[in-house]
Each structure stands twice: as C-alpha cells, then as structure tokens.
C-alpha cells in the first residue's frame, strides 16, 4: 500500500502538467521536455498461432484443477546478470524520469521513460540511442511488432507514436477525445502488438476502461470494453494471439481480438498484489511485475505460480537499492527466445533496469 500511494502521487502530480494532442496537427508548445531523436536499435519478436474459440465467461470464477500451495520464500531458476540506471556513472547524462512499460528484441531492450521517450540498451547493458518525437508528453509503454516497427504510447499528448527498426518516425495517431481512435485522460496508457502487426492500445478514464485495435499503420479497426473489477493497467499478446490483461483487481484476463472473454486466471498468486505489467513467453508462462510480498512472479499457462523473482528492496537514499532487489517494480521484458528477462523499477531521483537470464529456453 505504501508502494501504490506514493506512485499515486506522483503520477497525478506529472499528468497535471501533460498537454493534449490531435493527430495531424503540430505538437503544443511550450512542450514538458524534450530529447533526441534516434538511431541503432532492431526488434524481431515471435509469431505464433491464433486461439481455438471458447465461449464467453459470464463473471470471474476460479476454474480448473487445485492450485499447488504458493511458496512461502522466494526462489527462482534465473541468473542475475547486471543492473544500470541512475546511479550508473556511464548513464550519468541521461536524466532518468519516472520508468514504465518495456519491450525486447533478440539483441536490444527498450525502455519508457515518462520525460525523455524511449530509452535503448543491448543485452549487456550497454547505452544504444533514443527514441523521441522530439517533444515528449509522459511516455508510458514501448511495443514491438514483428516487422521490426517500435510504437511508443504518450499519455501526455494522448498518442501513440510509430518508429521503424532504425528510429525513423513513420507516423503517429490518438488524438486526445472520446470517439474511436482518440484516447481519453488517462490514455493510452499501454500498447499490444500481436503476431499480424496490429495494435492493441489500452484507454483509460474515469468512465471505464477500454481497449482500441488498430492496424500497423495506427488505422482504427474496432473498440472493446474491458470489465470493471479487473482495474487494468497493462497487455500483452499470447503464443496463441490473444490477448492478456492483468490489474490492480488482481488476476490475468484472457480475450478474443474483438474482447470476448476466453478466461480467468492467476487469482491465488495475484490477489492484493497490484500487478502492474505482464509478459508472456513462448511457452505460454506469465511473468508479471506487483507491488506484493514478491515483486516479480512468474506463473504457468494455467495461472498457478513457478517461482519468484527478486525480493523488496531497501532505499538507503544514496544509491538506491542493490540488484536483484526491487522496491517499485513496473516494466518487464523478454526476448524472443526466452533467454533474458528485464525489469524496469524505480522511484524518485532512483531509476534501475536489471537483466536476468533463464536456465533454459521456455521452461
């Protein structure tokens, strides 16, 4: 709860200052910050087959067979690999702001940064460039699509900006509003992008939530609304093409494109842990970040928890805290192949991304 209130603040705090933005017209001046534009960075992540259908589920139930007890003490199969961010004497120039969503390719890992866009890495840690409209509103998720393209949501000018595989900026669509293909308040606030290259883009406000598909070239296709209770906050896009959603209401929601519902799942490892993002490998595993007893989890296909990853850090409001530990986790990523796990964390003056790699492909 102390996690949840603190980031509450500062979130209502920076989004009072976010200007709003049409498509097709000029950005608004004077603009809340502004950074270069880029450079070096590739992305190709995995197709994958489209879901057998399955009828609509009618509320939020536990199904399936018992659950295995939880884990009472953190433990996990991956490796620690390195950690940079604020602290780091090499990344001095970069000005960390508030982390969000991210994304990886087989040889890069993409970061958004509230004030400064997109912030690149290679697998090893290694400062590779930046992707910015030049103006930046408050950046909150990066996706990749399987073309190589890179779009970045801008919750500030209430957009969704498209880059291609070497930082070149193709387009941008939103606009700030209520109607089909604008974003209202609080949106976009995260980004899909499944195995065809069409975007999911997650709006939210006051009223509900909902969730816009678009095609690779931002056109509007169709709206869906998204049930109440979840309170989601983050997407991601499955082995079998449909679509995952995960909130503070604690559990993993399975859809259809057009938002019909296939399941519910993960209640026991996520119930009171405020998820904040979910990835979901090849396998068909989650792993998800929270602001729980764990701060990241990683469950099966079924929802029921392998293991964790990471404990709750200590501020010690000189360096931050060590890695492998995290105390505001937010943005997960993994690469294609499943080999290295990244995680976004971060608070005030103090922003880290931490590398991890798994034992094995898919396990």
Not at 141 to 166: I, Q, T
Not at 205 to 228: A, K, L, N, W
Not at 278 to 303: C, I, M, P, Q
Request: net charge negative; with cysteine.
């Amino acid at each position: 709860m102390k996690k949840r209130l603190i980031l509450c603040f500062t979130i209502c705090v920076t989004l009072s200052l976010a200007c709003s933005f049409t498509a097709g017209t000029p950005l608004p001046s004077p603009t809340p910050t502004a950074a270069p534009a880029l450079s070096e960075a590739t992305a190709t992540p995995k197709a994958a087959p489209p879901p057998t259908a399955v009828p609509p589920t009618a509320a939020p139930t536990a199904t399936g067979t018992p659950k295995p007890p939880v884990a009472a003490e953190p433990v996990t199969t991956t490796q620690l690999l390195w950690q940079v961010g604020s602290t780091s004497p090499e990344l001095a120039g970069l000005g960390f702001s508030t982390l969000g969503g991210m994304d990886a390719s087989n040889t890069a890992v993409y970061v958004a940064d509230a004030y400064n866009g997109v912030y690149v890495f290679d697998l090893e840690g290694n400062y590779q460039g930046q992707l910015s409209l030049g103006e930046v509103g408050y950046v909150v998720d990066v996706a990749l699509s399987p073309r190589g393209d890179v779009y970045v949501a801008d919750a500030g000018y209430h957009l969704v900006a498209r880059f291609d595989a070497e930082g070149a900026l193709l387009n941008v669509f939103g606009g700030y509003g209520t109607g089909d293909g604008e974003f209202n308040d609080d949106g976009p606030a995260a980004l899909a992008v499944d195995r065809n290259g069409n975007v999911y883009v997650l709006d939210d406000d006051d009223f509900g939530t909902r969730v816009q598909f678009f095609t690779p070239e931002g056109d509007y296709i169709h709206t869906f609304s998204v049930e109440e209770k979840l309170e989601a906050r983050a997407m991601d896009v499955g082995p079998g093409n449909s679509l995952f959603l995960t909130g503070d209401g604690g559990y993993i929601l399975e859809l259809f494109e057009d938002g019909r519902v296939i399941r519910r799942l993960g209640w026991e490892a996520l119930t009171g842990s405020f998820p904040q993002r979910l990835r979901v490998d090849a396998a068909g595993n989650f792993y998800v970040t929270t602001w729980g007893e764990h701060s990241v989890v990683k469950l099966d296909r079924r929802g029921w928890l392998l293991e964790t990853i990471g404990e709750e850090g200590t501020n010690d409001g000189v360096t931050g805290w060590p890695a492998g530990e995290f105390l505001f986790p937010v943005g997960i990523a993994l690469t294609g192949d499943g080999r290295y796990l990244f995680i976004g964390d971060g608070i005030g003056k103090f922003a880290f991304i931490t590398a991890y790699r798994n034992p094995k492909k898919f396990s």
